[in-house]
């Protein structure tokens, strides 16, 4: 590898981990910017999102949508208290709303005709 390539790369710094919500119930939350005139801190948004079971890149366009369009609604496989989530994305500029997720489905009857 090439000196100047290498010192490139050093340059971009470690990769941040990720700690994951390991359980929880999915929750659907409906999200718009913040009234209170902050900037958002878009970077903690996606990293609150990504932990509790989106990819990074979902969580990225959650945000963006966020901003651009004003409001969006996703869903997070893994939230391990929606109280939780929600403090912290109104501590990172946003006013979240959620309703939990039906995962119950009705049991199919197995029994042939």
Sequence with gaps: MEPLLRERLERLGPIRRIDRVTSGLPF?????????????????????????????????????????????????????DADTVTAELAAAGFCPAYLALSIFEPLQDATPS
Excluded: Y
Aim: charged residues 25%; proline residues 4%; glycine residues 6%.
């Design 28 to 80: 659907e939350f409906t999200m718009t910017r913040s009234n209170t005139g902050t900037v958002p801190r878009t970077i903690d948004a996606i990293l609150i999102l990504a932990k509790r079971g989106l990819t990074m890149l979902q969580a990225k366009r959650a945000i963006e949508d966020v901003i651009d369009l004003g409001t969006v609604t996703v869903t997070l496989p893994m939230v391990e």
